[in-house]
């Protein structure tokens, strides 16, 4: 593997000013604090800005392409964002780092080694503080990053960024559509002005209009009042239990939660969101299957977001969703909905938050065009739709292949050859990494953190593993056994041998209380049933093991065929086998098995020919050990 270095070698870190809370003006240079730095971009919907001098303003003065980074809050890691020049002028506040490459480095690849998941992944094992999450100037400093020469780096950035601003230019046409579709709506729906008989603006051109007593207005004559109801079947959502794994998939029907219309923001379209649902998760909650082209609506935390499936899906029950299946389309019920949020959301009641519920939704009076003047405005509004949902999917597959390239390009499986700038540079792909970007110092888990990464694998170990029927003590062990050597983590525990293969008896004997503790599961009748925080395992794993999942999917997943005594005689074989790497004595199938018979008296009742398939079952697999950790011994008499 290629050297690596520490962030602080190639780039300044500057951490914000402690301006004083009391002294912010509404006028003046506006400052960025930790709540305007979001995942990718600065937000402005609270400004405080700076009017007073200070001798060291010019140092604290951002520029454009500097990266800042929030350094507080659940988010930290995620949150980062890079300064565009419209965005100037700005100042750093406190609790906000700016990352600012030194000379001879290029300011945009920096952005590129900041902005993708191994940063997220080194500041979510290094962070500190429980209640507020944060993450110091040192440490920040501290990430480890590939080397590469300025040419290397200039390429490198030239053709993520261009991916980038493709994106950001597809994201601006967007913008332009979605106001000119808005107008067209405000126009013919609002203000009345329809293109009349003559194609001229109906209400300015003298079109009569009639006061409607239900909408206590003027509507144009032969328009007249229905409810939202009318708009199409309404159709509410659910949540299987997340306690149950077999109800949730990562390629099944999709399953929509107003967090992922959030997620979407600027976006008219959705595909999926972040969980899918099995049939079986499906038919335990109930859920409706909503058709391509609804209008989803979420009806509570917060009223208002929407968006239009372009595949079937469902919904928890945070929506209230329109299926389009009568007179209008999805393409008039968006806007409507959106014309109507305000009352919508004036209508909804709730102490804790704000909710509408299907059958006010369902009752709340809104306007009834003429028939065809809607047929006319769908036909002229739809063009529009195609064209945004074309660019959002293109923007999708930009920042596939941009996330794809990203540590491809970092760590040289990929490589720009020619001129990336004049758009003649191509891509070649090497045999071999020049750069072990993927592979830096893997899963390199603070001291103060082991303990609980322990848990957090064993959580995952129970979760894919309680509902097999094969389950046990022992088979928990040899899992976790071998998921540690697998991966090469350290995460401090001390294998001894027992008759049953390699055992940590203090982890054994201080997981279910660990369990309990985190209210993750509970231990009965040797079964382990979940308790109400069992989900957050997965984000945790996330957080600890993302570079490893795969490796160790495929292992729990080889696994999970595998009886009590498969497993141990797996478990027993890698040990004997790592220990003879880690004492780099001869290696063959007849002293292995040597090796095994004389682990314990219990290894008599497997045969030669039991062990000899765990030893090919490791080699099919490709899970050869590597002599990884440390030599496992007898456990000292007492």
Known sequence: MSKVI???????????????????????IRTVRGENVTEGKLRWDTIKCWNEHFNQEEYYLLKKDDIVIGMDGSKVGKNKARIRKSDLPLLLAQRVACVRAKKGNDQVFLYYLINNPRFEEYVFKTQTGSS???????????????????ITQHK??????????????????????????????????VQFDFPNDEGKPYKSSGGKMVYDTVLKREIPEGWGHEKIGDLGTIIGGSTPSKLIDSYFATNGIPWITPKDLSENAGNKFITRGELDVTDLGRKNASLK?????????????????????????TTNQGFKSIVCDRTYSSEYVYYVLYRYIPIIEANATGSTFKEISASVLKSIDIIKPDHQIVKNFIKRIKLLFDKQNNLEKQNQELAQLRDWLLPMLMNGQVKVVGDSESGNGSFSIAAEPCVGYGNIEPLDIPLSKKGFARQVLAGKVVSVFKDDSNFSNIKFQKIQFLAENLIEV?????????AAGPYDNTFMKSIYGHFKAQKWFDSQNQRFVP???AEKIEEYYHGYYRSMQDSLDKLFGLLYQTTEAEAEIIATIYAVWNNRIIEDTSISDNELVEDFYKWSDRKQQYTSDQILAGLKWLR???????????????AKSK
């Open 6 to 28: 520490g962030l602080n070698e190639i780039a300044n870190i500057i951490t914000g000013f402690p301006f004083k809370g009391e002294k912010y003006s509404a006028t003046g």
């Open 531 to 533: 308790l109400e925080k």
């Open 132 to 150: 507020v999450p944060h993450i110091s100037k040192k440490q920040i400093e501290d990430f480890k990053v590939p080397i590469f020469n300025l």
């Open 289 to 313: 299957i909503l058709p391509a082209n609804s209008v989803l609506m979420s009806s509570r935390a917060p009223v208002g977001y929407l968006a239009i499936n372009r595949i079937e899906c």
């Open 156 to 189: 490198i950035g030239s053709v993520l960024s261009a991916l980038d601003d493709k994106i950001e230019l597809n994201n601006k046409i967007n913008v332009e559509l979605e106001q000119m579709a808005k107008t067209l709506y405000d126009y013919w729906f």
């Open 620 to 634: 099919d697999n490709n899970l050869e050990p590597r002599g990884f950790g440390k030599l496992i011994k007898k």
């Open 490 to 498: 350290d995460l401090g525990q001390n294998y001894y041998y027992q």
